[in-house]
């Protein structure tokens, strides 16, 4: 095994430990609260973490897209919740070879994706899933009614080979409860409430009426995650390991990595600059990104870093740096144990 201190840049690198303690603590929240746990893999894209989730007491996972379960489903995973809906021929197609190997539930909001699901079941040889999503304030996909919901319900309890399996909303908030008791008010048996995310996950248990929680980001953790009071810096498993490579003002350096490699998400609400947190030189500003280079403003800091050094990022949205990334690094105790291909990378389908 090699030290981290040999590796080419830029580079991703992942901490087995804090990935480990990451999914124990997880795990651990959701029993002490009797909350089944369908942790999302699109944070990661690897089937190993996955199974390590299961292992540990996950009830299964979920996907966004079909192309994620697809790989997560050859891999052995066999309790998949695709929690998007799904429209048209094409991905009927693909979620009929799915349930050969899967237990599927789909989530969807609106009446042509019902009819994707139907066209589906009745090719398929085993039942599939239905979450009918709702609308918790995202304004993202979900119906907006309890009146809405409840008429898509009846037609799922309708069609031949679906069942009704309850009710999904992201991301779970005060109007959530409100919501769910609307629709048992009116008389409808709910098996499951699947809510997420990783934002206010230790608040979950307090959402009435949620038998399930989908968390994704909480397994690596990120700048937006600390800022949210989500996770520590000693929560993040993933960063990133840059190289400057040009100092050409005293107060500016250039970093071997841009938008291709940390990506161009900002922090939320404008008030935090930068494109990620150097650790050593929490004061330096990544103000700005090309697609390899990345510029760094050193005027706030006391210490500047040298053309050579390397410098540790942790990323705003490890999500969408996982997905720039071919494979990553993982490491424990500061040592390189190997070189993982992200599985799922790119897979948008």
Not at 15 to 28: A, G, T
Not at 69 to 75: K, P, Q, R
Not at 257 to 270: E, R, Y
Request: charged share 20%; with cysteine; aromatic share 4%.
């Amino acid at each position: 095994m090699s030290d981290l201190a040999s590796l080419d840049t830029p580079v991703p690198v992942i901490d087995l430990d804090i990935v480990e303690r990451n999914l124990v603590r997880m795990q651990n929240y959701a029993n002490a609260h009797g909350i089944a746990l369908r942790p999302h893999i699109k944070t990661h894209k690897l089937p190993a973490f996955a199974k390590r989730a299961v292992e540990l007491g996950a009830v299964g996972i979920t996907c966004q897209k079909l192309g994620e379960a697809e790989v997560m489903a050859a891999a052995g995973l066999d309790d998949i919740l695709i929690s998007y809906p799904l429209v048209g021929a094409a991905k009927a197609r693909r979620l009929v070879a799915l349930t050969a190997l899967a237990t599927m539930r789909v989530a969807i909001d609106n009446p042509v994706a019902l009819a994707t699901l139907a066209q589906a079941a009745r090719d398929a040889k085993a039942p599939i899933g239905v979450l009918v999503e709702f609308d918790s304030g995202q304004k993202r996909t979900g119906v907006v009614s309890v009146a809405e919901a409840l008429t898509l319900i009846a037609q799922v309890k309708e069609t031949p080979g679906l069942r009704f399996d309850g009710l999904m909303t992201y991301r779970s908030t005060p109007a959530t409860a409100s919501f769910i008791q609307a629709v048992k008010d009116a008389g409808v048996d709910l098996p499951i409430v699947s809510g997420g995310g990783t934002p206010g996950w230790d608040h979950t248990h307090e959402v009435a009426g949620l038998t399930e929680m989908r968390v994704g980001t909480y397994i690596y953790n990120d700048r937006m995650m600390v800022e949210a009071g989500a996770a520590t810096l000693d929560d993040c498993a993933l960063h990133v390991f840059a190289t400057v490579i040009s100092r050409p003002e005293e107060n500016r350096a250039v970093i071997d990595c841009g938008s291709k490699t940390l990506s161009s998400d900002p922090m939320p609400g404008g008030k935090i600059p930068g494109f990620g947190l150097i650790l050593d030189y929490p004061d330096a500003i990544i103000e700005r990104l090309t697609e390899e280079h990345g510029m760094v403003d050193l005027s706030q800091c006391e210490d500047k870093p040298k053309i050579g050094d390397r410098l540790q990022i942790l990323p705003n949205h490890v999500c969408v740096v996982t997905n720039l990334h071919n494979d990553v690094v993982v490491s424990r105790g500061g040592l390189v144990e190997g070189v993982w291909p992200v599985a799922a990378r790119g897979l948008t389908r």
